[in-house]
Every structure is written in C-alpha cells, then in structure tokens.
Nanobody, 115 residues
Framework: QVQLVESGGGLVQPGGSLRLSCAAS????????MGWYRQAPGKQRELVAI???????HYADFVKGRFTISRDNDKNMVYLQMNNLKPEDTAVYYC?????????WGQGTQVTVSS
C-alpha cells in the first residue's frame, strides 16, 4: 500500500504562484505514473498533469505554459509548480500514484485563487 501526502496549497492572488508537493511512502514499486488532479466544487475530478516513468509529461490544455510537473525519484516526491494562477484554478488538488497493483490518492490540498 502506498500513502500520499500533499502540501503547499493556500490562498493566492490572481497571477501569483504556488508549489505543491506530494510525498509518497510505503510499498513503492514499479511506478507507472505520478500526477496531479483537481476537483472544484460541483465539478468532477479532472487531470491536471502527470509524469510517466521515464520522465514524459502530459498536461491538461488549461494549464499548459503555466504549470510544471516534476519528480524526485530518490525522494519519492512529485511537485507541481503553478504560475500565473487564475480564479478558475481554485480547487482541491490531489496527488495520484499508479503502479501495476493499482492507484492511490492523497487527501488533497486546497488551492484558492482570489483577490
């Protein structure tokens, strides 16, 4: 079983930046992907960005050019650098981990973009 703990959320003004972190622990083996999803009130959870084993990244169109996902394999960490944040980026952001045994989710971290 893999545990994920997110951190780094908070309140930021439009145009500001935040960096989310996700620490993975437990029975980590054969990682396929690690990534970030988000869920705004009244909406379905949606993909933000993932990083595939080997370093290939994929972003949702609405964050391309603003967000950057990265991973530290030695520390079992994944990060999401979010720049030029917009009010519509307000959501709970969840870390996700996938290996051949299945998928794990973190508890989420709130990101609020408001003036």
């Amino acid at each position: 079983q893999v545990q994920l703990v997110e951190s780094g959320g908070g309140l930021v003004q439009p145009g500001g930046s935040l960096r989310l972190s996700c620490a993975a622990s437990g029975s980590i083996f054969g990682i396929l992907t690690m990534g970030w999803y988000r869920q705004a009130p009244g909406k379905q959870r949606e993909l933000v960005a993932i990083i595939i084993n080997g370093g290939i990244t994929h972003y949702a169109d609405f964050v391309k050019g603003r967000f950057t996902i990265s991973r530290d394999n030695d520390k079992n960490m994944v990060y999401l650098q979010m720049n030029n944040l917009k009010p519509e980026d307000t959501a709970v952001y969840y870390c996700n981990y996938v290996d051949p045994r299945g998928s794990s989710w973190g508890q989420g971290t709130q990101v609020t973009v408001s003036s």
